[in-house]
Antibody, heavy 118, light 107 residues
């Protein structure tokens, strides 16, 4: 069965960087894209970026351009999200989600809490 | 950016009742690009509906989606105890966006 397993919680200081991983299994990794979505405490969902696991093409949300980088390692079926210059308002649960191919996100990781605090 | 506005913010209903959730877009959205998700506390979102009206795998048929253009609806025909959750609509364009969510709570 399809699974997306994310790395564990992180605590970072303002100005630092964080890199979250998302290991996929149960399907052909390069056949689907991966999205990243975040959710601040008590808030809604915010789409961050998409990456093609096939060729590495990316699409980033405009408000995160320049601070976020998505990569994949096809040898381990793992996607990565790196966010730099962290601020307190980056505190959120970060989710990876498979791009279903029918224009929706069909399988989600369990979420990774990133806390930014001095 | 396409803004999705969901209403109501909170829906208070009893098990067995019908729930009707609305999602309005700031500009026309292709029906193929509209999805609905359910999220329970402490859990990741779960895909319910894609293409405005197609149920995802394993989703009970009490969930249905409809709409076109700028107005979309998620209907839960008879609420079960496990349906009390927050529901989000999403448009899948070049820059996907989500609505702010509708909480369906037990009355």
């Amino acid at each position: 069965q399809v699974q997306m397993v994310q790395s564990g919680a992180e605590v970072k200081k303002p100005g630092a960087s964080v890199k979250v991983s998302c290991k996929a299994s149960g399907y052909i990794f390069t056949s689907y894209g991966i999205n990243w979505v975040r959710q601040a405490p008590g808030q809604g969902l915010e789409w961050m970026a998409w990456i093609s696991a096939y060729n590495g093409n990316t699409n980033y949300a405009q408000n995160l351009q320049g601070r976020v980088t998505m990569t994949t390692d096809t040898s381990t079926s793992t996607a990565y999200m790196e966010l730099r210059s962290l601020r307190s308002d980056d505190t959120a649960v970060y989710y990876c989600a498979r791009d279903s191919g029918v224009r929706a996100f069909d399988y989600w990781g369990q979420g990774t809490l990133v806390t930014v605090s001095s | 950016e396409i803004v999705l506005t969901q209403s109501p913010g909170t829906l208070s209903l009893s098990p067995g009742e019908r729930a009707t959730l609305s999602c309005r877009a700031s500009q026309s959205v292709s029906s193929s690009y509209l999805a609905w998700y359910q999220q329970k506390p402490g859990q990741a979102p779960r895909l319910l509906i894609y293409g405005a009206s197609s149920r995802a795998t394993g989703v009970p048929d009490r969930f249905s989606g409809s709409g076109s253009g700028t107005d979309f609806t998620l209907t839960i025909s008879r609420l079960e105890p496990e349906d009390f959750a927050v529901y989000y609509c999403q448009q899948y364009g070049s820059s996907p966006t989500f609505g702010q969510g509708t909480k369906v709570e037990i009355k």
